[in-house]
């Protein structure tokens, strides 16, 4: 197995890309899985409605407050844990999501833009809410981030390409991470590789090879904004850890 390394290729905003070696596909989508269906964050769950005359109905409105993201301390708030949020605004008015008032001044809404409803003059909503922290697995409002993953390549590179062939190499490269330095074929970006297999189709295998490496992988990850994306994985850790030593746990209670 390669030697293990972690490394941050890329983080914008929400956005992370992080390179892993010396880990298994299994390793990989185990953590995948965690991330977007185990690890708890809150979202609105429960609504008492006590005025809403506007054109939305109840329904629509309440799902509208539960996709709103909301920020949230994993160490202050486990799983099942709730907060009051508050929202009251009279029309004529455009209500946004930085309408709504929460119980802990801890927790903010991410994206405090977001349009919830119109309302015109002598039209009111009044709600009394509860976010709640759950689980992606249990509804789609409660997934921290998105992510994914693909493989890291390995080139085998003929030294003795023809130029012609060389530049045909090149050019059939996507995502232009090929050059000729001089006679020799060079790989600029290997974590960018998405292992198409243009060049290998016009170079030939015996001249230009990419396999993939079943222990070198490159995650791409956003997240809603509820956490940063390290807090995300290192919560999932927490979980994937949780339930080995509750299996190994149980493989001793049967020996």
Do not use: W
Request: proline share 5%; aromatic share 4%; hydrophobic share 40%.
């Amino acid at each position: 197995m390669a030697k293990n390394m972690v490394k941050a290729l890329n983080e914008k905003g929400n956005n992370s890309q992080i390179l892993i070696k010396g880990t298994s596909v299994a390793m990989i989508n185990a953590l995948r899985r965690t991330v977007m269906s185990e690890v708890p964050t809150l979202a609105i769950e429960e609504l008492t409605i006590y005025e809403n005359n506007g054109v939305l109905f109840d329904e629509f409105l309440g799902q509208r407050l539960g996709l709103v993201p909301l920020s949230m301390d994993p160490k202050a708030y486990k799983l099942g844990d709730k907060v009051k949020v508050m929202l009251e605004v009279s029309g004529p008015a455009t209500v946004y999501s930085k309408d709504l008032v929460i119980g802990d001044p801890a927790i903010e809404v991410v994206n405090k833009n977001i349009p919830l409803a119109k309302l015109k003059a002598n039209q009111r909503i009044r709600i009394e809410a509860e976010a709640v922290a759950g689980m992606g697995k249990d509804h789609v409002k409660f997934q921290p981030a998105i992510m994914g993953y693909r493989m890291m390549p390995i080139f085998t590179i003929n030294e003795d390409i023809p130029a012609e062939m060389a530049k045909k190499i090149v050019e059939s490269c996507p995502v232009n991470i090929i050059e000729l330095k001089g006679k020799k074929l060079n790989i600029t970006e290997p974590s960018d590789c998405t292992l198409c297999g243009m060049c290998e189709e016009v170079g030939g295998s015996k001249n230009f090879q990419v396999d993939p490496d079943e222990t070198g992988f490159v995650i791409n990850m956003e997240s809603m904004g509820g956490m940063s994306n390290s807090q995300i994985i290192e919560q999932a850790f927490v979980v994937l850890e949780g339930k080995a030593k509750a299996f190994q746990k149980q493989i001793e209670e049967a020996l």
